[in-house]
C-alpha cells in the first residue's frame, strides 16, 4: 500500500504546476484525498481535500487558485495549482483516508489512513 507524490518544481510567481498522488495496493476512488503542506519552520497544514461526491474543500489562501480532480481509471489524484505565489513554497504531501467526506480544519495525523512522501514546491519572487 503506498501513495506517491511527484510532480513538484520550481516555478515563477505567478506560474502552475500540477501534482500527482499515485495510490498503489488500495483503490484511491474509495478514498477522500486530502493534500497538506509545510513549509521550513512552519507546521503542516492542510491545502485542499476532495471528498466521494466530488466536493472540493480549501484553505481560504488557496481558494480560486488551486484545484483537485481524481482519475479513478489511473489511480491517481491531480491538485492544480495556479497563480503560485512565494507563500505556496512548501513540500506538498497527498493523504488518502477511507470516509465519505473530508474531516473538519483538514484534521490531524490519525484521521488519515495514508501518507506520501511529499514532493518539493518553490515559487520564486
Known amino acids: 500500500v503506498q501513495l506517491q507524490a511527484s510532480g513538484g518544481g520550481l516555478v515563477q510567481s505567478g506560474g502552475s504546476l500540477r501534482l500527482s498522488c499515485a495510490a498503489s495496493?488500495?483503490?484511491?476512488?474509495?478514498?477522500?484525498i486530502g493534500w497538506f503542506r509545510q513549509a521550513p519552520g512552519k507546521e503542516r497544514e492542510g491545502v485542499t481535500c476532495?471528498?466521494?461526491?466530488?466536493?472540493?474543500y480549501d484553505r481560504d489562501s488557496v481558494k480560486g487558485r488551486f484545484t483537485i480532480s481524481r482519475d479513478n481509471a489511473k489511480n491517481t489524484a491531480y491538485p492544480q495549482m495556479n497563480s503560485l505565489e512565494p507563500e505556496d513554497t512548501a513540500v506538498y504531501y497527498c493523504?488518502?483516508?477511507?470516509?465519505?467526506?473530508?474531516?473538519?480544519?483538514?484534521?490531524?495525523?490519525?484521521?488519515?489512513?495514508?501518507w506520501g512522501q511529499g514532493t518539493q514546491v518553490t515559487v520564486s519572487s
Open positions: 493523504a488518502a483516508r477511507y470516509y465519505d467526506y473530508c474531516p473538519a480544519s483538514f484534521g490531524t495525523s490519525r484521521h488519515w489512513n495514508y
Open positions: 495496493g488500495f483503490r484511491l476512488a474509495h478514498y477522500t
Open positions: 476532495l471528498n466521494l461526491r466530488n466536493t472540493t
